[in-house]
């Protein structure tokens, strides 16, 4: 069954610290992997996208690994603003061409405290 | 740009009240899509539409109709609400169907119904 979980589910971190999401999913064909960023009352933001060859991707302080091997992404959020209080969505893209489908994790949900 | 705009951002039904959601890019994209947001869970699918004058259902169609009006509007309906429709609504877009494409979310439509 394809599956895309996330973990932690929820964070809380001081202003100024890192942190690292994790995403793990279980697709078969796999196109790419995008973290979203969703703000409350908003709708989710690409951060970041990763083709099967591409083991890392960078968005200013936001910076994603891919392991197709172990088929295990991470987000890592660098010197933490308050902006970043939000959850960040994987997604997971499969098939191909027109007929490619998404996955969405459940989502981590991350608060940064002053 | 305004990307995707969703109407009304919040509404509350009495179960059984009918009620359409309305979407429209300013992108001219090709694609459009209709997600629901649950605690707990990823987006899932509901209906979408490849181009204008095709529909075709997703992961959770039951309950709900669409209608493609034209390439920038797309709209949901629901006939008679129901308290397992209690969700947040999302309406995207992309340029065309598969997942080589980065969604544009709206905001979100929130509905509850009582």
């Known amino acids: 069954k394809n599956q895309v979980e996330q973990s932690p589910q929820s964070l809380i971190i001081l202003e100024g610290k890192n942190c690292t999401l994790q995403?793990?999913?279980?697709?078969?064909?796999?196109?790419?992997l995008r973290w979203y960023k969703q703000d409350t009352g908003r709708g989710p933001v690409s951060l970041t996208i990763m083709t099967f060859s591409e083991n890392t991707k960078s968005n200013g302080r936001y910076t994603a690994t891919l392991d197709a091997d172990t088929k295990q992404s991470s987000l890592h959020i660098t010197a933490s603003q308050l902006s970043d209080s939000a959850s960040y969505i994987c997604?997971?893209?499969?098939?191909?061409?027109?007929?490619?489908?998404?996955?969405f994790g459940q989502g981590t949900t991350l608060q940064v405290k002053p | 740009n305004a990307g995707v705009t969703q109407t009304p951002k919040f509404q509350v039904l009495k179960t059984g009240q009918s009620m359409t959601l309305q979407c429209a890019q300013d992108?001219?994209?090709?694609?459009m899509y209709w997600y629901r947001q649950d605690p707990g869970m990823g987006l899932r699918l509901i209906y979408y539409s490849a181009s204008e004058g095709t529909t075709d259902k997703g992961e959770v169609p039951n309950g709900y109709n669409v209608s493609r009006l034209n390439k920038r509007e797309f709209s949901l309906r629901l006939e008679s609400a129901a308290p397992s429709q209690t969700s947040v609504y999302f309406c995207?877009?992309?340029?065309?169907?598969?997942?080589?494409?980065?969604?544009?979310f709206g905001s979100g439509t929130r509905l509850t119904v009582v």
């Open positions: 995403c793990n999913y279980t697709v078969s064909p796999f196109s790419n």
């Open positions: 992108m001219n994209h090709n694609s």
């Open positions: 995207a877009s992309t340029p065309r169907t598969g997942g080589n494409y980065g969604y544009t």
């Open positions: 997604v997971v893209s499969y098939g191909s061409g027109n007929t490619g489908k998404l996955i």
